[in-house]
């Protein structure tokens, strides 16, 4: 981890002291000197065993930028069925839980306890640096198979994000949806269809 890793790192650890409702403001994402797509394929996998350090901020801009960020004006880098939108991802850290505004490029605090053992039904999931949940809209969907292609869609460019990034990652079906539903004070339209377990590998 080099200085500046560490200092952006701290960064979010500095989050703690955050109120809910208040913002974090993410870095443009910079995904360029990472490795090829054929390396990427190469190297993608599940991975469940983590090392106990943050994901600086610049890293987890990265993350969700290559999952569900805008890459053009009201588009993203994923598919959606007729670009319904209609999910929306959550990220769990020991500091707190936000969600992901990517039209701002930013974090919202929606809670500030660790939830991360509720995101899994796995010890693992709470060794990661961050787990990212996937809540979608009923209201907004084409239908929840249609829904489930976006998802998958997301987590696979996040694990290939990851793939390029020396960052481990497993997409996970089991979770307690309905304690996630209340401490993320969701709608009674939305639901936590997916999680996604991030972090540095233990080696
Ligand atoms: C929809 C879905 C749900 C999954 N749920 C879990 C899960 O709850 N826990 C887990 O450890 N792995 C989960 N996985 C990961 C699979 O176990 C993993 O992809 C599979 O064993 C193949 O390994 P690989 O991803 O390394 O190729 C899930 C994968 C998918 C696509």
């Known amino acids: 981890m080099n200085t500046k890793t560490l200092m952006l790192g701290l960064l979010f650890s500095a989050v703690a002291f955050m109120a809910v409702g208040q913002e974090i403001a993410l870095p443009e994402p910079a995904l360029d000197a990472e ?3 054929k390396e990427a394929l190469e190297n993608r996998c599940s991975s469940r065993e983590y ?4 994901i600086d ?3 987890m801009s990265n993350i969700l930028w290559a999952g569900w960020g805008y890459n053009r004006e009201d588009k993203r880098t994923a598919p959606s069925a007729l670009d319904r939108q209609e999910v929306t991802l959550y990220v769990c850290t020991r500091d707190g839980a936000y969600r992901y505004d990517a039209e701002n490029q930013c974090l ?3 809670s500030d306890k660790n ?10 999931v709470e060794t990661a ?3 990212i949940l996937y809540v979608t809209d009923k209201s907004k969907s084409a239908s929840p198979e249609m829904t489930a292609v976006c998802c998958g869609a997301i987590s696979q460019n996040i694990a290939l994000y990851c793939a390029t990034a020396g960052l481990g990652t497993v997409v996970r079906g089991s979770f307690d949806a309905e304690q996630l539903h209340r401490l993320l004070k969701l709608p009674v339209n939305q639901k936590v269809v997916l999680a996604q377990s991030v972090g540095y590998l233990a080696k």
């Open 115 to 124: 939830i991360m053992k509720l995101t899994g039904k796995q010890p693992f």
């Open 35 to 37: 490795a090829s797509l």
């Open 108 to 110: 919202v605090m929606v």
């Open 129 to 131: 640096a961050a787990n």
């Open 51 to 54: 090392v106990n350090s943050p």
């Open 57 to 59: 901020l610049q890293t």
